[in-house]
């Protein structure tokens, strides 16, 4: 969903916004691709989830249904039934009490739910939009705003943005609002909340001069090209594009002189939309204070930021363990005939100096989280010269359960799911509250010796809260 998401809507821009080339000349591709996995990734009761087997969350449910919305008007064919089944979902999740566990999640988890019914334009006799019911963080607010205007109700989205601005955070040039959400949910999200409030503030109110303050704030916020998640990524593309149509920066007409330290350094003219902006060449920065001076004649407005990113080379990792503490052990696999039922039981044992091609190795990963975090993604590298055996149902392993326990009714590995790169295994988790243990089983292929980097946990939408594993030489002789 999330990596054609920014795309589509720059698609449907009318020309406010060129794609790459690499991503223009595939996107219909990855579009086609990622509606086939949403669709294959749809719950029985209509919803999405974080994962496939998870439980149907109405945040994640009216992310989605926006994103069909906007593919279909970008001109991609979306299946009805899959968006009908969704919307069902939707009014059927705001009549059940609770929707979530927390009264600030549940409050702009039905904003959500009721904003993406709207553009929907999804009605029935039994539903009715109660916005001014809701207790709602700004994140619900700014989408309460976004309701009432889809639905031409100019008094209620002015009184709904008052509210909001009455809650933002305004120092010097720059504005946003915190949400104050519970920790770690979907909704605790300021970057997230104070794009869909510039949204709001766009279509509503397009003149209030707040708007280039919570433009400065989401700038100086960036990572880069992108911010810290997808969905953020999405949710300031989409504001930024009605900000675009609202300003005419189809029709920018500037120049821009750049000076570093008192000395030229770039001299461009920009007129229309480019792929590229200004990009300037700062190899003169000197040790220690530096001056970056831009200047802009012309019409149009020019938005600017700078990152910082670096790579550091080292022979080995140390583990990081404030927000995760990871183990991650390798047992070499020997088989051995059980005389009772007649079948290989294979022993482990933690020396591994001499693993031949063809053997195999369980590896044990251990995740104890210092929170309750929620949205948690594992990634664990796979050393070179092995591959994953994808299906290891006939290993029986001293001391290891099945996965789906020895009667086939339990479940013993506590990840919502398991994706087999050929570089890594990915383990998805909606919830982390308790510590984990799972496994799984690669085979000796290439000789050679290996470094299998560390194993890394951290949240999908905040990526700083993560954890690092030792790392391991490893070894395969012919």
């Known amino acids: 969903m999330s990596r054609f998401y920014p795309s589509v809507l720059a698609k449907q821009s009318g020309g406010l916004v060129e794609l790459p080339e690499e991503v223009a000349a595939n996107l ?44 279909k008007a970008a001109g991609y064919s979306v299946d009805e039934n899959v968006l009908q089944n969704a ?69 209620l989205a002015n009184e709904q943005l008052d509210k909001l601005l009455a809650q933002v955070r305004e120092t010097g040039s720059v504005a946003y609002w915190d949400t104050n959400a519970p920790r770690y949910y979907w909704n605790d999200d300021d970057i997230e909340a104070s794009a869909y409030a510039l949204e709001a503030l766009v279509k509503v109110r397009p003149n209030d001069p707040i708007i280039p303050k919570v433009v400065n704030w989401l700038l100086l916020n960036r990572q880069g090209s992108y911010w810290v998640s997808t969905k953020q990524t999405a949710a300031i593309v989409k504001a930024s594009l009605e900000l675009a149509k609202t300003t005419d920066e189809a029709n920018i007409n500037y120049q821009v002189v750049a000076e570093l330290n008192g000395q030229e ?20 920065f000197a040790a220690g204070q530096n001056n970056l001076e831009l200047t802009v004649t012309g019409q149009g407005t020019l938005y600017s930021s700078a990152n910082v990113t670096y790579y550091a080379e080292q022979e080995s990792y140390q583990p990081q363990t404030e927000h995760f503490a990871i183990k991650r052990t390798y047992e070499k696999l020997t088989p051995r005939l059980d005389p009772e039922t007649q079948s290989y039981v294979y022993d482990r044992d ?38 994953v055996v994808e299906d290891d149902t006939a290993f029986r392993i001293a001391g290891v359960e099945p996965r789906y326990g020895y009667d086939w009714y339990g479940w013993n590995y506590w990840y919502d799911g398991r994706e087999i790169r050929d570089e890594r295994v990915d383990f998805y988790f909606t919830y982390l509250g308790d510590k984990v243990t799972f496994t799984y089983i690669l085979r000796a292929e290439t000789p050679g010796a290996f470094a299998a980097l560390p194993t890394e946990a ?21």
Not at 265 to 284: E, F, R, Y
């Open 350 to 387: 933690l020396t591994i100096s001499n693993v031949k091609a063809g053997e195999y190795l369980l590896v044990t990963v251990d995740i104890t989280p210092k929170d309750d975090y929620r949205y948690v993604l594992v990634n664990d590298p796979l050393p070179a010269g092995f591959r």
């Open 87 to 155: 919307l069902l979902y939707l009014e059927n999740a705001i009549k059940t009490e609770p929707i979530e566990d927390w009264r600030l999640v549940a409050g702009d988890a039905r904003a959500y739910a009721y904003y993406a019914l709207a553009r929907a334009d999804y009605y029935s006799e039994e539903l009715t939009y109660n916005l001014d019911d809701l207790d709602v963080t700004p994140y619900g607010l700014a989408l309460n705003v976004l309701t009432a205007h889809q639905q031409n109700n100019t008094a």
């Open 265 to 284: 350094v770039s001299n461009q003219k920009i007129v229309g939309q480019s792929a590229d902006g200004v990009q300037l060449d700062l190899t003169g």
């Open 28 to 71: 219909d591709d990855i579009v086609d691709k990622g509606l086939k996995r949403l669709y294959n990734f749809q719950h029985d009761d209509g919803g999405w989830g974080f994962w496939q087997y998870d439980n149907s969350s109405p945040f994640i449910t009216a992310y989605v249904i926006n994103g069909l919305i906007d593919a």
């Open 458 to 478: 951290w949240l999908m939408y905040e990526p700083e809260i993560r954890g690092i594993s030792n790392d391991a030489r490893l070894a395969i002789t012919e």
